[in-house]
C-alpha cells in the first residue's frame, strides 16, 4: 500500500500507533452522549430496510457493533490494519475489512447506508468532493447517509490539533452542501454543544441518496 496518498499513510500510521488508548477511551463514549445516540437511532430507522450498512472509518468497531444492536445487517471498514485487527478481536460476530473510504472494494448502490462517524474529519477539504461522489457510488438511490464531525461554529473550514492526527472543523452548510454537489439531499440536522470533556460543537447530518434520474440533476 506504497502508493496511497500521503495523508492516508499519515492517517492509518496515526491511528495504528494509538489503538489500545483509542479503543480504552471510545469504548463508553456513546454511553453519555443520548443525543447522538438518537441520531444514530433515526439512522437506523431509515436504513432498516434499505439493505447492507456500512461503518466507513469503523476504528475499533463500537459504532459498528451498536448499529448491529439496533438490527441492521452492518460492517465496518477502517484505512488502520491496528484498528481492524481490535475491532475483529473485540466483536467476532461482525465483519470488518481494511480500506480507504474513497475507493471501497463494492459495487454500484451495494448498499442502503453509509455511517462516517467522524471519519471524513481526517480528509483535506479539497479531497471530500470524491469521498462524497464514491459514497454516493456505492449508495443505491434512496439509501441513507449519516455524517458526524466537528462543526466550526461560525469559522470556516479550518484545521485542528486532533489527538490522534490533523482533522477539520466544518460548517455544517458548507459540508451539507459539499454532499448535496454530490447527489444527497438533505433529511435532517443535529448540533450539539461540547460537553464538559469535549472542545468543540459536534455535527450531525442525515443525507439521502437521490435517483440520478431525478429531472433537473445530470
Do not use: N, Q
Not at 475507493?103 to 454500484?108: F, R, T
Amino acid at each position: 500500500m506504497t502508493d496511497r496518498p500521503a495523508h492516508l499513510r499519515a492517517t492509518s500510521d496515526a491511528y495504528d500507533a494509538v489503538v489500545a488508548r483509542y479503543a480504552d477511551l471510545a469504548r463508553d463514549w456513546l454511553d453519555g452522549v443520548p443525543l447522538d445516540r438518537s441520531v444514530i437511532a433515526a439512522f437506523a430507522d431509515l436504513a432498516r430496510t434499505g439493505g447492507p450498512v456500512a461503518e466507513l472509518g469503523c476504528g475499533p468497531g463500537y459504532v459498528t457493533a451498536h448499529l448491529r444492536g439496533l438490527g441492521l445487517d452492518v460492517f465496518g471498514v477502517d484505512l488502520s490494519p491496528g484498528m481492524i485487527d481490535f475491532a475483529r478481536a473485540a466483536h467476532p460476530g461482525l465483519h470488518f475489512r481494511t480500506g480507504s473510504m474513497d475507493a471501497l472494494d463494492l459495487a454500484d448502490g451495494a448498499l442502503g447506508g453509509i455511517v462516517s462517524w467522524y471519519s471524513v474529519i481526517h480528509v483535506p477539504p479539497a479531497e471530500l468532493p470524491s469521498y462524497f461522489a464514491e459514497f454516493r457510488r456505492v449508495l443505491a438511490p434512496g439509501g441513507t447517509l449519516l455524517l458526524a464531525f466537528f462543526e466550526a461554529e461560525g469559522g470556516p473550514v479550518a484545521a485542528f490539533d486532533h489527538k490522534v492526527t490533523t482533522a477539520y472543523r466544518w460548517p455544517v452548510d458548507d459540508l451539507a452542501e459539499k454532499a448535496r454537489e454530490a447527489g444527497f439531499a438533505e433529511i435532517g440536522r443535529m448540533l450539539r454543544e461540547p460537553g464538559s470533556e469535549e472542545r468543540f460543537r459536534r455535527g450531525h447530518l442525515l443525507m439521502r441518496a437521490e435517483d440520478a434520474r431525478t429531472p433537473g440533476r445530470t
